[in-house]
T-cell receptor
């Protein structure tokens, strides 16, 4: 079992839709939870991170962590074609320096 | 300012040959990471350098893989006797310090082993 599981998609939605992207993880010791966005042929860029359970908002993006069920989500409101990318969830295990464990990524396409 | 740069952007090599991939981190960043991204596998951690400490090599898949970081800046990832399963995008990232800090990724080197 991979430490971080993520549905690869692809997920296709119309412009303006609310998008929900999800990950599950197996190691209850994971601390920081991150979402990265990766455009085609580019390196990933950090979108959001959170340390605790609950919600964190940043503009159109909301990250949600449920440590009791080991489930993390990213919601995108009013999705735009420029949001079309692959979204990767990542976790940082304790005592592991700063190396990250990534999910396989979900490919999102927002259509006009 | 300049981000993380990697070279070459693409590399095609024959099975059995050695390859060297280069990473220039953001100036002043003390931590440097190498990851590999294969189709369907996501990003896999390979190796992590922090300052003058011994590198964390726990993610290197075999002894054909090695990396060094000279002068605390530029890093080179070397793959000896390449195999077809080594085909992937090799990504380098750097961050300001140890502990939790944002990792900034380069664009990657796409390696194809024929």
């Amino acid at each position: 079992q991979k430490e971080v599981e993520q549905d690869p998609g692809p997920l296709s939605v119309p412009e303006g839709a609310i998008v929900s992207l999800n990950c599950t993880y197996s190691n209850s010791a994971f601390q920081y939870f991150m979402w990265y966005r990766q455009y085609s042929r580019k390196g990933p860029e950090l979108l959001m991170y959170t340390y605790s359970s609950g919600n964190k908002e940043d503009g159109r993006f909301t990250a949600q962590v449920d440590k009791s069920s080991k489930y993390i989500s990213l919601f995108i409101r009013d999705s735009q074609p420029s949001d079309s990318a692959t979204y990767l969830c990542a976790n940082r295990p304790p005592g592991g320096g700063n190396k990250l464990t990534f999910g396989t990524g979900t490919q999102l396409k927002v259509e006009l | 300012g300049a981000g993380v740069s990697q070279s070459p952007s693409n590399k095609v090599t024959e099975k059995g040959k050695d390859v060297e991939l280069r990473c220039d981190p953001i100036s002043g960043h003390t931590a440097l990471y190498w990851y590999r991204q294969s189709l369907g596998q996501g990003l896999e951690f390979l190796i992590y350098f922090q300052g003058n400490s011994a590198p964390d090599k726990s993610g290197l898949p075999s002894d054909r893989f090695s990396a060094e970081r000279t002068g605390g800046s530029v890093s080179t990832l070397t793959i000896q006797r390449t195999q077809q399963e080594d085909s992937a995008v090799y990504l380098c990232a750097s961050s300001q310090a140890a502990g939790f800090s944002e990792q900034y990724f380069g664009p990657g080197t796409r390696l194809t082993v024929t």
